[in-house]
């Protein structure tokens, strides 16, 4: 196989493969809004894109939990499975292909990988002794661990002694390999904080890891040792890989990688860096495969400045916050508000606000404002105005020609918050040149074709800034695009990459006369605080 360059002009990416001991949290949504976005990009610059998410459905947890509610551990994984499955769609992510771990064609991939490694002389019977925290599936150590063995993410639950029988997985032969990892491509792991975080635990020396556990049920079992069963992280890491199959293909490795690997980009919460930025990447070079070209970590939520949690009773269920405001409202507030890799708060007041001044107001308002005015003054057609009437230096134009780009390199950088700031920074200066320019006052002194001109400058920037905004927001993208009198939408993805390519719509003067404008109507409506969104 031959996988080097295959993937310059596609681009894969994953969400983590969430483990299904609860329903989804807002955390879990965050991560996969982000990731939708960037497939979504990508998208406009005209790649072929294949997002994957799904659930890893196996571990003592997961056993545990099901036999506590006295149900099998598929029909317990099937419902939470689908819990996710549902939120995505309530949030309009548009995955490509979702992968359960249980999925029988996930079993042969394992397998293989497992015989590749084991052929390596990378696996090893063992003795495992140590603190075990059930909720992370991790054995911990003590320099880790919190007073009264209590694990350093899961602070509520102490950790379990084990001593017992394991097999084991070479890590420490990859230190220097790792090590020469991190320095040749320092953008491996992002952001910054994150790689410093692996570089230190490195740097200190790495132990081999158990990849397999005994009296667990649930699970697949070791290829040359069918008593014990492999470890719940060695098994879900290689689902990214199990993805990858085309529907009908045999699953076999050389099947899954032909097209798509290595991933671009696996987005993940802070607390699983150490798997996806150690374990992960010495784990394909045992199996000689490839490397993802990036990993990036992004930080943890907060409601209100507290950590969430059931014993605090200050949840964001992530399907009410939804159904209580819309889709795109959750999407921009935790893109535009939190710079992505640090820790963010949600605020309900602070969301409401946001959301208000930004999509109500300052775009929402700003559109129907012109296209009244448009009905008004030029009959409800767009102003027979060309780009070339409109001069480079012109106050709107002048931001529209460096926007588009200034927001490329935003969203290729994963800065959401960069790139929504700089599009609302036109929108608002759009607000103040209407103001300042006073088309209806250029309309009764008989000045029509320079009314014309800043209506054309305005709508223009609106439909620049809809357009930029479409993989965050794009039902009012949508609703905007089909008011300036265009068929495209946003949640078509075929149809975008073909119709709204970055290279045209992504540069200012794109509206033409041809078109015919809709009606106004808002296309975010003001809201108000419902205070049962727990």
């Known amino acids: 196989m031959n996988l080097v360059d295959q993937t310059e002009k596609t681009f894969a990416l994953t969400t983590p493969l969430y483990y299904v001991n609860d329903l989804p949290h807002i955390g879990s949504a965050y991560t996969t809004i982000a990731a939708d976005v960037v497939a ?26 099901a036999e506590s509610k006295g149900i099998s551990p598929q029909k317990f994984c099937d419902q939470m499975s689908g819990g996710f499955v549902s939120l995505w769609q309530v949030l309009n992510i548009k995955y490509d292909r979702f992968i359960r771990t249980s999925d029988p064609r996930h079993e042969a991939i394992v397998k293989e990988f497992f015989q590749r490694v084991w052929e390596k002389g990378d696996i090893y019977q063992g003795q495992q002794k140590g603190w075990y925290c059930v909720s992370c599936e991790e054995f911990k150590e003590e320099r880790e661990l919190l007073e009264g063995h209590r ?14 029988q394991n ?12 090590e020469e990892l991190y320095q040749s491509r320092p953008d491996f792991i992002q952001p910054e904080s994150r790689r410093n975080e692996v570089l230190n635990f490195v740097k200190q ?6 990849i397999s556990r005994v009296n667990v049920d649930l699970g697949f079992r070791v290829p040359t040792d069918p008593k014990h069963t492999l470890y719940v992280w060695f098994d879900a890491l290689l689902g990214y890989v199990t993805a990858l199959l085309e529907p009908d293909a045999e699953p076999t490795l050389e099947n899954a990688l032909a097209k798509w690997w290595p991933i671009n980009l696996h987005l993940i919460g802070k607390d699983i860096l150490r798997f996806h930025a150690v374990y992960w990447p010495a784990m394909l070079m045992s199996a000689d ?4 070209k990036q990993v990036f970590g992004h930080g ?3 409601k209100d400045g507290l950590k969430m949690g059931k014993s605090l009773g200050n949840t964001l269920d992530p399907v009410a916050l939804t159904k209580s405001y819309s889709a795109d409202a959750v999407r921009y507030y935790f893109l535009k508000e939190i710079e992505f890799g640090r820790d963010g708060d949600f605020n309900e007041s602070r969301f409401i606000d946001v959301l208000n001044a930004d ?3 300052d775009l929402g308002n700003l559109l129907n404002r012109t296209l009244g005015m448009v009905k008004k003054y030029c009959a409800g057609n767009v102003p027979p105005i060309t780009n070339e009437d409109i001069p480079n230096d012109s106050p709107l134009k002048s931001i529209g020609l460096r926007l588009g780009e200034q927001v490329k390199n935003a969203y290729e950088a994963l800065a959401f918050d960069q790139a929504c700031d700089a599009i609302l920074r036109l929108v608002r200066a759009s607000n103040k040149y209407i103001d300042e320019q006073a088309p209806w006052s250029l309309y009764k002194q008989g000045q029509q074709q320079a009314t014309e001109k800043v209506l054309y400058s305005v709508l223009e920037s609106v439909r620049l800034a809809a357009y930029l905004l479409s993989p965050v927001i794009p039902n009012i993208s949508h609703s905007i695009y089909q008011q300036l009198g265009f068929e495209i939408d946003f949640n078509n993805q075929a149809q975008t990459a073909i119709t709204a390519p970055f290279a045209i719509h992504g540069t200012w003067g794109v509206l033409s006369d041809k078109q015919t404008l809709g009606e106004p109507s808002p296309v975010f409506k003001r809201i108000e605080p419902l205070n049962n969104i727990s």
């Open 151 to 164: 694990c350093p993410i899961h602070t509520n639950k102490e950790t379990e002694w084990r001593d017992e």
């Open 289 to 292: 495969l490839p490397l993802p």
């Open 300 to 302: 943890f939520l907060t």
């Open 167 to 178: 097999y084991f997985f070479r890590l420490s032969k990859y230190q220097t390999q790792l």
């Open 40 to 65: 979504r990009f990508q998208r406009l610059l005209g790649r072929p894109v294949l997002l994957i998410t799904g659930t890893d459905e196996h571990g003592l947890k997961i056993q545990r939990t």
């Open 359 to 361: 999509l109500a107001n």
């Open 205 to 210: 020396g790495l132990q081999d890891f158990s």
